[in-house]
């Protein structure tokens, strides 16, 4: 099994420019999440699907979308960067078959510049 | 609102000498903890996880973290540390449907 994968690894960007953060996880898992990590500040939460065909906001959804497009792949999207996106973004899977104490598992991570 | 907190940011200790790292939670009903590392350019793994019962808790890689609800920690412990612990940990907790991060503690072993 890979786990959770992530593409791309690195990305730079200019402000204003628009990319898709993919995300895949092959554990037949239901939950999906997208954190960013920014130094001192722990991971935060951006957006989150509790089941295929369901998308929540977490903590910092503004700027953003997602998509849950099917019960294995959620993708993030940047639809016009900016310098204040520039973080490091995670994409992590659970079973939640206990709800959300299920452990999560995270990918290696999407590091990505803004300019 | 319920949280975890990690007040050192940064320690730096010594490779074979004894290790903890300090998380408190926020009021809560029988909180599920957990602990995951990051290594450097990695994503996070999980070290270990508490629900309920026994509160010594022990995880991969030689360590162990206690529940003690009459302090509301859990901190996590190794008794011996080796160079490649070197690592930032993070303290969690579940709420509604997501993780709760602390800010993390960033680990520096010296040979």
């Known amino acids: 099994n890979a786990g959770v994968t992530q593409t791309p690894k690195f990305q730079v960007l200019k402000t204003g420019q628009s990319m898709t953060l993919q995300c895949a996880q092959d554990m037949n898992h239901n939950s999906m999440y997208w954190y960013r990590q920014d130094p001192g500040m722990g991971l935060r939460l951006i957006y989150y699907s509790a089941s295929e065909g369901t998308t929540d906001k977490g903590e910092v959804p503004n700027g953003y979308n997602v998509s849950r497009l099917n019960k294995r792949e959620f993708s993030l999207r940047l639809e016009s960067a900016a310098p204040s996106q520039t973080s490091v973004y995670f994409c992590?899977?659970?079973?939640?078959?206990?709800?959300?104490?299920?452990?999560?598992?995270f990918g290696p991570g999407t590091r990505l510049l803004v300019l | 609102a319920q949280s975890v907190t990690q007040p050192d940011i940064h320690i730096t200790v010594s490779e074979g000498a004894s290790l903890e790292l300090r998380c408190n939670y926020s009021y809560g009903a029988t909180p599920y903890l957990f602990w995951y590392v990051q290594s450097p350019g990695q994503g996070l793994q999980l070290l270990l996880k508490?629900?309920?019962?026994?509160?010594l808790v022990q995880g991969i890689k030689g360590f162990e973290a206690e529940f003690k609800r009459s302090q509301s920690s859990f901190n996590l412990r190794k008794p011996s540390v080796h160079w490649s612990d070197a690592a930032e940990y993070f303290c969690a907790r579940p709420s509604t449907d997501k993780l709760i991060f602390g800010t993390g503690t960033r680990l520096q072993v010296f040979p």
């Open positions: 992590a899977s659970s079973s939640r078959s206990r709800g959300s104490e299920e452990t999560q598992y």
């Open positions: 508490y629900f309920s019962g026994d509160t």
